[in-house]
């Protein structure tokens, strides 16, 4: 696909095209679709983490009024595939997990259904549970492959040999928590079964993607993809929750099948989240690097234990950007799951980068402090000339780039490197560094269409926008490949009516999405010139990806923390990144994304931590009083900046995803301004004051 | 156990039928259909569902419906219609065609939005929208307390506090957004106590807080 040289819109500070919609609240989620005569849904969850339900007894439920049905594994339908089995609801009794649904109430309000809920008695044959990650397991095994195909191990050279030989080692083990995605918006589904000829089910879903959400329940159910509508115009954010459906999806189908006609409710609760919407898996990290005493790496390798649940695997490939990020001649990377009686993993922003380069890029750092050398030089000096592994070019690699602005905005240069000596009243002051990475993700299918309607270029694809911007920058790359004002185009998202899209996940949306637009942009033009009368019309699919060269973004973050010397309190007062990212669409919604990105990073670094109690399975703080995330007052200045980068070899806009980057390596920046300024290591997250406090005294 | 109460919403009277353990925000959303206040934790941790009742911030997932009979409660959507005056609704009309890109009238067609409402786009301080009309109405409510002198956890000394980035976190810090807005919410919410002082300097309306 030819690039596009001529830009007018693209790169151009619009205000969201949604925003008022938003500030009123008028902007209709998944829920809130107006329906006459909808019903409420009521998940039972289990209070065991694995067994069988011996006993189900919902007399005292059906009897309550205004309860319409009580759905459990011997009333509901049987479902066409149970292959996957976190999305079999009700289809028997075995119990893989503490919170999986056992039972479902539907009545006519919601204060009814919960309270029917709470009535059903469930009777439990439990077996031993176990849900504990530990390095140590006698039952690792390694996957197949790791999110979504790649190798779960990669050996390059030796080394055990080259860490023998090395003149500076670093062998350390880091690790990352479990964390829940936790949009604003609760996941939700409200659904309709129209029972007329051979039936019609339609969903409005809060999900990132219409289309693979219809191809999963259609499978599931046995329904061909066209007697199934999605419908979702805006989500209250996804962060890779939303990005599949989950079993609650399912449950509001069965529910809207077994009231033919009446439109169903389900938005989970909070605390339901905890167990049915997905999360991170912890990882263990061991990473080892040599290097000689210039600062040359020789040897590079990350060892990663995580979990799974028993019921369905996922793997996080975590291992994988230390597969490409630096230079070394030796270099191993290595999965390892545990299969425990925990809730399905899944994604959340930046799966496999986001954890993945924390222990990597801490282990940097102590490199940097055992070679007594500045991080961003060490960094600087492993510099690769073709991405390691593949041997491909790089479409463009700017990483050094981004260090260097990043240090020159940060005053850096004034740094003093040692640890634990500045003190600002009863503050440790310290400033650390991290590279960020992603990956240009484009998928394989979607497809555009353009229609002048009037004096409209009106432009169809079913895409998402998580609050990403794409009701804004879909129609600025629209308005560019027609060469008209962005004024005249209007677009139609959020719905299998409309062409199909790929889903919302891998940074990869307006990648693919734009680039279909580009596409149906050139057959329109080379159908109907400049001079098209109205109701012209043309249809664009992107193509084959090419996969002559080695994409990825770049990123690097810079981070000020302080640290009480009496509370062991950490304030993180200045967070500053700078992203080699591409042609940016749009300035205002793309600084949103990589701050919102980095905000969350912190929030990782200082914050989240699920706590799974392993006598039950339970995430014991499952609500947002204790699992917190940062709130207005833990942020104060954070500053994204990015190069000007032209990257012919991506797509047509030159684009680089942008909606995952600003997660990936904060927390090794705030755990490296930690050490900087108290001089202690937390190689575990989050950095809480009882990791600090020890070695403050 | 049903109850009847009448509730003014964004200036309508509304009737309607309660189960005595409906939340005013389940009151809103699942029987009068008013869906700008959002449902974000149900327990009063997220602010997503803050409403003005009588003026002040409060959160409808921690408030029985029954409580508000006879109540005013002022929403986001209400808010823009509130304040809208001949002045302001032309002045921004026109503002609206400079700018390209929110012609498709969906949004906001005919409606004239609250400073605050106009600051939050402006400074681009939402990205998926769920929290945006919960922090609206409590920036709003917010700034009335602080115009009425009421301290802050991070208000030091005695004297009148200035609205600055730390005291507007603090006051907003009720309220989560998870996409992260929050570097672009203070300077929102300051950009709207500015244009307010203005107006009332000027002589104009004033915060269009409803008492
Ligand atoms: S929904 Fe009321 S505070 Fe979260
Ligand atoms: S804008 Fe998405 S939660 Fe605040």
């Known amino acids: 696909m030819t690039f596009l040289s001529d830009t007018e819109a693209i790169g151009r500070d619009l205000p969201r095209r949604d925003g008022a919609a938003k500030v009123l609240g008028s902007a209709t989620y998944a829920f809130e679709t107006p329906l006459d005569g909808a019903v409420h849904l009521h998940p039972v969850q289990s209070t065991i983490a694995r067994g069988r339900v011996t006993e189900l007894d919902t007399t005292a439920a059906e009897a309550l009024d205004g309860v319409l049905a009580v759905l459990t594994p011997g009333t509901a339908e049987r479902l066409a595939s149970t292959d996957d089995r976190e999305l079999a609801a009700l289809q028997d009794e075995e119990v893989g997990f503490r919170g999986q649904i056992v039972a479902a109430v539907i009545a006519d309000s919601s204060e009814v259904a919960r309270h029917a809920a709470a009535l059903v008695r469930v009777g439990y044959e439990q077996a031993a549970h ?3 990650l530990r390095a140590d397991r006698d039952d690792l095994y390694t996957p197949e492959s790791v999110n979504p195909d790649f190798p779960s191990d990669t050996a390059e050279g030796d080394v055990d040999a080259a860490m023998a030989a090395a003149e500076v080692t670093v062998d350390e083990t880091y690790t ?49 993809e066209d007697r199934v509508r999605v419908v979702c115009p805006y989500v209250g954010g996804g962060f890779g929750s939303k990005g599949q459906p989950h079993v609650h999806v399912v449950l509001a189908a069965l529910a809207a099948r077994a009231l033919p006609g009446r439109p169903v409710r389900l938005a ?136 260097r602005e990043g240090a020159s905005r940060f005053g850096w240069s004034e740094r003093d490197p040692r640890p634990g000596v500045r003190r600002r009243g009863d503050w440790l002051v310290g400033t650390g560094v991290a590279s960020s990475t992603y990956p240009v993700n484009r998928m394989a299918q979607s497809t555009a269409t353009i229609r002048l309607e009037g004096d409209c270029y009106v432009t169809e694809i079913g895409a998402a926008d998580l609050g990403t911007g794409t009701w804004t920058t879909l129609p600025q790359i629209a308005a560019d490949a027609l060469g008209v004002p962005v004024s005249r185009v209007e677009v139609r998202i959020g719905d299998t009516d409309l062409p199909m899209a790929s889903v919302a996940g891998g940074s990869s949306g307006t990648t693919t999405w734009g680039s279909a637009v580009v596409e149906a942009a050139r ?117 994204a900046h990015w190069l000007t980068e032209h990257d012919p070899h991506v797509n047509a806009m030159g684009s680089k995803g942008i909606g995952e980057i600003g997660i990936v390596g904060t927390a090794a920046a705030v755990s490296n301004a930690v050490w900087h300024a108290c001089g202690v290591r937390v190689r575990d997250l989050p950095v809480t004051l009882d990791k600090l406090l020890p070695a403050l005294e | 156990m049903d109850t009847e109460i009448t509730v003014r919403v964004d200036g309508v009277p509304r009737r309607l039928t309660v189960d005595t353990r409906t939340t005013l925000l389940d009151a809103l959303r699942e029987r009068l259909g008013v869906t700008s206040p959002k449902k ?99 920036a709003v409510g917010m700034l009335d307390e602080f115009a009425r002198g009421w301290p802050s956890a991070v208000t030091s000394g005695t004297e009148a506090p200035r609205l600055d980035r730390a005291e507007v976190a603090e ?41």
């Open chain 1, 523 to 639: 057959a329109f033009r080379a159908r109907y010139g400049t001079e098209p009368p109205d109701g012209a019309e043309a249809t664009g699919s992107v193509g084959d990806p090419d996969q002559k060269y080695a994409k990825h973004a770049y990123g690097a973050q810079f981070v000020e923390a302080h640290v009480n010397v009496d509370t062991g309190e950490v304030r993180v007062p200045r967070l500053l990144g700078v992203f080699a990212a591409g042609r940016i669409i749009n300035p205002r919604t793309a600084r949103s994304q990589f701050i919102g990105g980095m905000t969350m990073g912190l929030s990782m670094a200082l914050h989240e931590d699920s706590v799974l109690d392993p006598r039950t399975g339970h995430v014991v703080n499952h609500d947002l009083a204790e699992y917190h995330i940062t709130a207005n007052a833990d942020v104060d200045v954070v500053e």
């Open chain 1, 268 to 403: 989970l609760t909070r605390q339901q989240m905890f167990s049915l919407a997905g999360h991170r898996t912890p990882t263990i990290q061991r990473c080892r690097l040599g290097a000689d005493k210039a600062g040359t790496i020789t040897a590079l390798a990350v060892d990663v234990v995580e979990r799974t649940s028993r019921i369905k695997e996922f793997a996080e490939q975590t291992g994988l950007p230390a597969r490409t990020m630096y230079a070394s001649p030796n270099r191993r990377t290595t999965h390892r799951l545990a299969a425990l009686d925990v809730p399905v993993p899944s994604w959340m922003r930046a799966p496999g980068e986001c954890p993945g380069m924390f222990g990597p890029e801490v282990v940097m750092d102590e490199l940097a402090e055992r070679l007594g050398m500045d991080p961003i030089e060490l960094r600087i000096r492993n510099e690769p000339d073709v991405e390691p592994g593949s041997g491909k070019p790089f479409s463009s690699r700017n990483l050094v780039g981004c260090l």
């Open chain 2, 171 to 211: 006051r907003m810090s009720g309220n989560l957004c998870r996409c992260a807005a929050y570097v672009n919410i203070v300077p929102a919410v300051q950009q709207a106590a500015e244009a307010s002082a203005a107006r009332t300097s000027e002589g104009a309306a004033g915060t269009g807080v409803a008492r």
């Open chain 1, 130 to 132: 176990e849900t504990e």
């Open chain 2, 40 to 138: 974000g934790c149900d327990h009063g941790q997220c602010g997503a569902c803050t409403v003005l009742s009588g003026g002040q911030r409060v959160l409808s997932c921690l408030t029985l419906a029954v409580t508000q009979a006879g109540a005013q409660v002022v929403t986001a959507e209400g808010l823009a219609s509130e304040t809208a005056t001949t002045d302001e609704a032309h002045e921004q009309r026109h503002e609206q065609r400079q700018h390209e890109g929110t012609h498709d009238g969906t949004h906001a067609a005919g409606r004239c939005l609250h400073p605050v409402q106009r600051a939050f786009i402006d400074c681009d301080a939402f990205q998926c929208g769920y929290c945006t009309p919960g922090q609206v109405v409590s």
């Open chain 1, 176 to 224: 990352t928590a479990m964390y829940h995605n936790n949009p604003m918006e609760p996941h939700a589904t409200t659904a309709l079964w129209d029972p007329d000829g051979d039936g019609f089910l339609t969903l409005w879903d809060s999900t990132q993607g219409v289309h693979p959400t219809r191809t999963t329940i259609a499978s599931v159910f046995g329904l061909d």
